[in-house]
């Protein structure tokens, strides 16, 4: 298995069409709640602030704090799904400026922005997440923050059902592994990894949160259905938003997502 940035590229302008469709479901729908209301703890009320939304893909997150009145500027390695994001966004009766390139690789002057955020596993997808990191520094104004959230080793691992894989991935630091729905393997790694990988790229951990944790459990038929009763998604959504923020869950969870400052 190997990562390149060609094949990334090729994987989403694939599925670009069919994206927002197939991330209509009870998981999709958890993920983005808990993902949208921890990110608002995070940014100032002051909307006065240059955000990039990098990885963004179709646009999901950029138009929704485009709409909030926040500064969002969407990059992706896409193509095709930034196409999508624009006329999502024109639908919106919003105006929103896109640039089409990888994460580890950006454009953008020096100290540009004061929030950026990785959404989807980003950091888990690019070939190479030290650099990835690294471009994030550069860009990021002094004290400026990163958001992103990684596939989790040890939370894979519990959900694995087979013996001998469930013991060596909850012991791996940065592991690729094959997902069955898709033909791009995926780096997960533990939280303890990250947490090193940050501090050697100067920046800081300010908070941390787990992501997705009791709907993990359910079948994978339950968790990526597009049929599901309203009421029950709101309550596991709530549920899930208050088991992210406890400090003794974020370690089991299927993703975490953290918020770093840059020193």
Not at 148 to 154: E, G
Not at 228 to 248: A, F, G, T, V
Request: hydrophobic share 35%; aromatic share 10%.
């Amino acid at each position: 298995m190997q990562q390149k940035s060609s094949k990334l590229k090729e994987s989403f302008d694939k599925i670009a069409k069919l994206y927002d469709e197939e991330t209509n479901t009870f998981h999709h729908k958890i993920r983005s709640y808990v993902t949208i209301e921890n990110i608002l703890l995070e940014l100032p009320k002051n909307k006065n602030i240059k955000i990039l939304d990098s990885g963004g893909g179709t646009g999901k997150y950029s138009i929704y704090f485009k709409k909030l009145g926040y500064d969002v500027i969407l990059s992706d390695i896409s193509p095709q799904s930034l196409e999508i994001a624009r006329k999502k966004a024109i639908n919106e009766n919003i105006k929103i400026t896109t640039e089409v390139c990888d994460s580890e690789n950006k454009s953008f002057p020096d100290k540009n922005f004061y929030f950026v955020m990785m959404n989807g596993g980003v950091i888990s997808y690019t070939p190479n997440p030290e650099k990835l990191l690294k471009e994030a520094c550069r860009i990021l104004k002094p004290n400026g923050l990163l958001w992103f959230d990684f596939l989790n080793s040890l939370g894979w691992a519990i959900e694995t059902t087979d013996p001998e894989f469930k013991t060596e991935l909850a012991l791996e630091e940065d592991r690729l592994i094959q997902l069955p729905d898709w033909d791009y393997p995926a780096r997960v790694m533990s939280l303890d990894k990250v947490k090193k990988l940050l501090k050697a790229k100067n920046f800081r951990v300010k908070s941390q949160y787990g992501l997705v944790l009791l709907s993990n459990s359910l079948s994978l038929d339950k968790r990526y259905s597009k049929e599901y009763d309203q009421d029950i998604l709101e309550k596991y959504q709530k549920i899930e938003l208050e088991l992210s923020r406890r400090p003794d869950c974020v370690g089991s969870s299927w993703s975490c997502s953290i918020c770093a400052i840059k020193e």
